[in-house]
């Protein structure tokens, strides 16, 4: 691209079909707001500055793009009096900020709500337009059904002439299948003139930027369109409905990326992946799982079936089946799963587990550790080559704070203890089966903390006469006097 490019981007539209209390350039699709996407686009090809203009929600809509991109200029239409006026509000504010060199080169025009547009795409289009000088380069598609869009309009020789509002446009050119995608580059200088001739005199009484083509015409500037094949990246979305279909062919368009690229995908069609995931060469991913977030999943690992992950690094070799995990680390041919629960700061260590039914949350678990069964493990330490007994539960929380626990190396801890914290139990030291650990193990001993059983004879005939349990028992003993042998 050889000249300067300064981008605007349309956001301050009320998104009412959106019926929502979020303004609608802030509802996601593959885990990121319509707007990061549009931004995304723009920033991928190299542009200078850009300046988003807001209107409707703006309060909201601001505070996620500074959040983005705070070297984003933000320009504030306060009535919605169509896209001409936006660019015009767009322009005065870089104005205002001095940035006058700005408005010299090209101003690309790009919309928040159409999220499947790339990167690529607006570099071919923006190198299109500065190797024709022209003054206007329209990004165009022909569509099945053109109902709602602006149409090209083109003279006998195929020149465009004009974009005509579908509300505007007579029977004839509603007939005509190519329209305006919404996507402008335009000549800077031309555009300040031209905004400033903008009338109202239209169906719906706007400013319409598409009449600047109108103007580029009959000045005879030199005017064309830029025809997309790939009409997916020029639709935007009005309602949830919409929101969904781009969002599913977004998500297509992700998986099958990953494909090529050599990952394993049994069933793209109940895969999700996020724009912002990561995956390596030979990772297998099986049917109905989600990744998002900035999930990174390393070589040989497999990861499903039904298995949701957010912000988890899943390493080398690692299985991770049917499991639920959010802002973890699973080692290097670690093993998760069925159904376990992985909490924010749960780090499994290489060739760790975390097996069936185990909830962990922050908690480091060492290399070849292992939680196999049935157990709760929050605030914990534990150190390499330890395993943790059956139903295990780390009581971390005394009501009022949170306490650590820390089991060390080689530690074999039995079935059913519960680790009141704090406490610590030595490297290399033993627990015996259902014990409640409250005092802290030395390294190499054995902490056996059951009292002794106690059977109270008829105690269920006294306190609990009439109940089905009393009659068993008393069952039980006639039984017994019946055969006095046994
Ligand atoms: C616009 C185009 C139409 C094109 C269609 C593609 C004009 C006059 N019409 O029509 O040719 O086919 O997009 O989708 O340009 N916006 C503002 N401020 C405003 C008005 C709109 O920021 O005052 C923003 C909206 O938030 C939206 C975009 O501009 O992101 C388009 O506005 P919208 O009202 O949807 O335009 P259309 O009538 O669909
Ligand atoms: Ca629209």
Do not use: C
Not at 195 to 209: H, I, K
Not at 237 to 264: C, F, H, K, P, Y
Not at 320 to 333: E, Q, Y
Not at 416 to 430: E, L, M, Q, S, Y
């Amino acid at each position: 691209m050889s000249d300067h490019v300064t981008a605007v981007v349309l956001a301050a539209g009320a998104g009412t079909r959106m019926k929502s209390a979020k303004a609608k350039v802030l509802h996601e699709i593959g885990g990121r707001s319509m707007v990061a996407h549009a931004l995304a686009a723009v920033s991928g090809a190299g542009i200078g500055t850009t300046v988003t203009v807001v209107g409707h929600d703006r309060e909201q809509v601001s505070a996620h793009i500074a959040s983005l991109d705070p070297s984003v200029v933000l320009a504030v239409q306060e009535e919605q009096n169509g896209t001409g006026h936006a660019v015009q509000i767009a322009l005065e504010a870089l104005s205002a900020l001095g940035k006058q060199s700005d408005l010299l080169g090209t101003v690309l025009v790009t919309y928040a709500d159409v999220p499947l547009l790339t990167a690529e795409t607006l570099t071919e289009f923006l190198s299109d337009h500065a190797a024709s000088g022209r003054a206007v380069t329209i990004l165009t598609a022909e569509l099945a059904d053109p109902t709602g869009y602006g149409r090209i309009i083109r003279d006998t020789s195929g020149a465009v002439t004009a974009i005509r509002e579908h509300k505007d446009a007579g029977d004839d050119e509603r007939q005509i299948p190519e329209v305006n995608s919404g996507i402008l580059a335009l000549d800077a200088a031309f555009l300040t003139e031209a905004l400033a001739e903008l009338e109202t005199d239209n169906s719906q009484g706007e400013v319409y930027l598409t009449d600047v083509i109108g103007i580029a015409a009959d000045r005879g500037l030199p005017v064309a369109a830029h025809v997309l094949e790939d009409v997916w990246q020029t639709e935007g979305v009005n309602d949830r409905s919409q929101l969904a279909r781009l969002g599913a062919e977004l998500n297509r368009r992700i998986v099958q990326r990953w494909m090529l690229d050599g990952v394993t995908i049994v069933d793209p069609a109940t895969t999700w992946i996020d724009s912002t995931v990561t995956i390596e060469p030979d990772a297998t991913i099986l049917p109905g799982t989600q990744l998002s977030g900035v999930s990174a999943i390393a070589a040989g690992a497999t990861v499903g079936p039904d298995t949701t992950l957010r912000n988890v690094e899943v390493g080398r070799d690692a299985t991770v089946i049917r499991t639920h995990g959010s802002d973890a680390v699973i080692g290097d041919g670690a093993t998760v799963g069925p159904f376990s629960y992985l909490r924010p700061g749960t780090e499994l260590g290489a060739k760790g587990k975390i097996g069936a039914f185990v909830e962990t949350k922050n908690t480091r678990i060492g290399d070849g550790a292992k939680v196999p069964h049935l157990s709760y493990v929050g605030d914990a330490e534990i150190g390499e080559g330890s395993n943790i007994g059956a139903g295990t539960v780390f009581a971390n929380y005394d009501g009022v704070n949170k306490h650590r626990t820390t089991v060390g190396r080689h530690a074999r801890t039995a079935s059913n203890n519960t680790f009141v914290a704090p406490v610590t139990i030595g490297d290399g030291a033993f627990t015996a089966a259902g014990t409640t650990i409250r005092n802290d193990v030395p390294a190499g001993a054995m902490a056996i903390g059951n009292t002794e059983q106690r059977n109270i004879e008829g105690w269920v005939a006294a306190k609990r006469p009439g109940t089905t349990s009393a009659q068993a028992a008393a069952e039980a003993e006639q039984h017994q006097q019946e055969k006095p042998g046994e």
